[in-house]
C-alpha cells in the first residue's frame, strides 16, 4: 500500500467513525423520544388520579429530558455536518489518487515501445 492509498483509507476510517457517532447519537435521541412519551403517559395518569407531587416530579424529569433531547439534537446537527465534512474529504482524496493512478497508467504506456 501505497502513501496516498494509506491516505484515502485513514479518510475512510475517519468517514466510518463520523458516521457511527452520528448513528449512535440518532439512536440515542431516539431511547429519549421514546422515554418522553413514556413519561407523558405516566404524567397524565398522575393528573388523572389527582396526585400532584408525582404529576410534578414527573414534570421535572420531562424537563430534564426534554433538555437532553436538545443537546442531543444538536450535537446530531454538528455530527451530520462533520459526516458530511468527511465525505467530501474521502471523496477529494479518493479522485486524487484515481488522477494519480491513470496519469502513472499513460506514463507506462507512452514508454511501450510501438510494434
Not at 500500500?1 to 449512535?24: F, G
Not at 410534578?56 to 458530511?84: P, T
Request: hydrophobic share 45%.
Amino acid at each position: 500500500m501505497n502513501i496516498l492509498d494509506s491516505r484515502v483509507a485513514r479518510h475512510r476510517r475517519h468517514r466510518e467513525e463520523q458516521q457511527r457517532y452520528l448513528a449512535e447519537l440518532q439512536s440515542l435521541a431516539q431511547g429519549l423520544r421514546a422515554d418522553g412519551s413514556r413519561l407523558r403517559l405516566e404524567i397524565e395518569q398522575a393528573v388523572a388520579v389527582g396526585s400532584p407531587a408525582a404529576a410534578q416530579n414527573l414534570l421535572q424529569r420531562h424537563g430534564k429530558l426534554a433538555r437532553s433531547l436538545a443537546a442531543i439534537e444538536g450535537q446530531i446537527v454538528a455530527a451530520g455536518d462533520a459526516l458530511a465534512a468527511a465525505d467530501r474529504e474521502l471523496k477529494r482524496r479518493e479522485l486524487a489518487a484515481a488522477q494519480r493512478a491513470d496519469n502513472a497508467g499513460m506514463r507506462r504506456m507512452s514508454r511501450r515501445p510501438v510494434s
